[in-house]
């Protein structure tokens, strides 16, 4: 379908379901990971369990059906800090989009994938992104924080040409 970019709140955007880039030893302690680990708690143990015995590798989704929508836990590195590789997006975020349509759901929300802590040009996240979502019928939007000022309204669409203005 399409790959859609937002300004907003990711858990605040009404979307069914969000994702979020994980590393592979277990821990989420930086970044939106820490109110991803804050909001699901029984999630996060689960998933230091499933990195903890090897049973959460690059690429390879982790799926929570928390009370509120579905939550995507998409391998994007193997330990924290810069270490997140475009392919190991692109893989995770093929997977989850097919489990999404599964599902039967309409839209995906992630932040800006790699493009943080995870130490990646966010033009080379985007293209593979583009990739990933061009042959599925759910909708990839990237929620990109705010800039100071600007509202509490929702998600917005940026202007044309606007990209760059926001940090993720």
């Not at 759901?105 to 033009?123: H, K, M, N």
């Amino acid at each position: 379908m399409t790959l859609s970019e937002v300004v907003g709140d990711l858990f605040d955007a009404g979307l069914p379901a969000i994702g979020h880039g994980c590393n592979t030893k277990g821990a989420m302690g930086a970044g939106i990971a820490v109110e991803f680990r804050r909001r699901y708690p029984e999630m996060y143990r689960e998933y230091r369990r499933r990195c903890a015995s090897g049973g959460f590798r690059l690429g390879e989704i982790f799926v929570w059906e928390a009370p509120d929508r579905i939550v995507y836990n998409l391998a994007t590195q193997p330990r924290p800090g810069p270490s997140a590789t475009v392919d190991a997006i692109r893989e995770s975020v093929t997977r989850a989009l097919v489990d999404a349509e599964v599902r039967g759901l309409a839209q995906l929300g992630v932040p800006r994938l790699g493009a943080g802590l995870g130490g990646l040009d966010w033009e080379a996240v985007r293209t593979a992104l583009l990739e990933a979502s061009t042959s599925s019928p759910v909708e990839l939007v990237v929620v990109m924080r705010g800039t100071a000022g600007s509202g509490s309204e929702g998600p917005t669409r940026p202007s044309p040409g606007a990209g760059g203005t926001t940090q993720g």
